[in-house]
């Protein structure tokens, strides 16, 4: 199947973050517990992400996490893992890309392959996002 691509958006419902490490210490390291809801290509409500974040100044950093989505994709139903990766601005922007960790595609999306990106703007309550993605 050749690499299709699909868009839509999604908002967070829920961000619990919480420091690690000594207090105080600078860079700073976080962990944050994060629900999203997607819309558009990718259907899923109430996803599980886990970040690392390390918080080089107040405003600017780099991040980490792994989130799992279970619905659909472009109608096709079932549950995969996306691998994020990304940094945080001075100047309140997000820029992340994420890819689909290998074999974890289960139901119609067995075998799903994929990379996909966003930039957020801070404050904003939906986040567009495109990813493309193959199934084999």
Not at 31 to 49: L, P, Y
Not at 73 to 94: I, M, P, Q, Y
Not at 112 to 123: C, I, M, P, S, V
Request: negative net charge; contains cysteine.
């Amino acid at each position: 199947m050749p690499t299709q691509t699909t868009t839509g958006h999604f908002s967070f419902a829920n961000w619990d973050e919480r420091p690690v490490g000594p207090s105080g210490a600078s860079p700073k390291l976080a962990r944050a517990s994060v629900t999203n809801t997607f819309a558009g290509g990718i259907e899923a409500a109430d996803t599980t992400c886990e970040y690392t974040i390390v918080y080089v100044t107040e405003k600017t950093g780099t991040f980490t996490g792994m989130e799992i989505l279970t619905g659909s994709l472009d109608g096709r139903h079932g549950t995969f893992v996306v691998e994020e990766r990304g940094s945080f601005h001075a100047d309140g922007t997000v820029h992340c890309t994420l890819e689909v960790v290998p074999e974890s595609g289960t139901g119609e999306l067995t075998g799903l392959r994929g990379t996909g990106r966003f930039t957020a703007e801070h404050g904003e309550p939906s986040v567009p996002y495109t990813f493309d993605y193959d199934l084999r």
